[in-house]
């Protein structure tokens, strides 16, 4: 995580990445993800993988603040 | 489109460009789907061939795909090719030095690949979705994870890339550079 943010800061890239990853986990909290998820895969997502996926891109955006 | 034809041409056609290019020691990368791939093995199906390389070569590069049948044509982030065969359809894209984003209007965003992503390139095998294509997988250099899900997060409204985030954080996010 760190070094996608020390990478991140060094393009010059922060604030418009650290809005994307905000958008994305707004979108990944949504019923509607794990739909496309399982249509796209074939699988469906574990409630434990959609938290631990929410909460290494809330990480990954408060390292970018 | 018939999936498995493509997938399997895709394959032959990244391995025919990797290795034709050799010639010219031109360093490339893989990026896009099939990097996913390398890193969360046959988590869905892809076919367009994304590549970054440091070098402005475009006529031999031009050359090789013209050579397989694509049409090319040069764009902002670098080459585009194309090939319509029967019931197979494949893309090329080629940047050259950086990551172009051009998902939002009037605000395109660069994010460039240093020199040390070609010497850091982790060597891995793409992994194909359907099992009828598995003999044609082999290892290429892969854009290094990070750059790969920096690469992902840019663009705006591109299903597969939302879908391929979550794999990569899901499958890797333990790894030590995503954790």
Redesign the interface.
Known sequence: MLLIASKVQRSKLTTDFRERVESLAAQYATPDFNQSWASATGRRLAKVQVVSLLSLLRNLSRQLS | MDPIKTERESLRDLKAILAETKAYNIKFLVMGGWAVTAYVRR??YTKDIDLVTSKALEGPIQGILKRLGYDVSNRTFGLAAEKQKGSIDLKVHISIGRILDESRTGKA????IPEEAYEQAPLLRITSYHPECRPYEFQVPILPL??L??AK??P?GR??D??D???L??NR?EA????
């Open positions: 988590h869905r965003l660069a994010y460039p990070e750059d899900f920096i997060v840019l705006l299903e597969n939302v879908l985030v979550a794999s954080v899901i996010g030590s550079t995503c954790s």
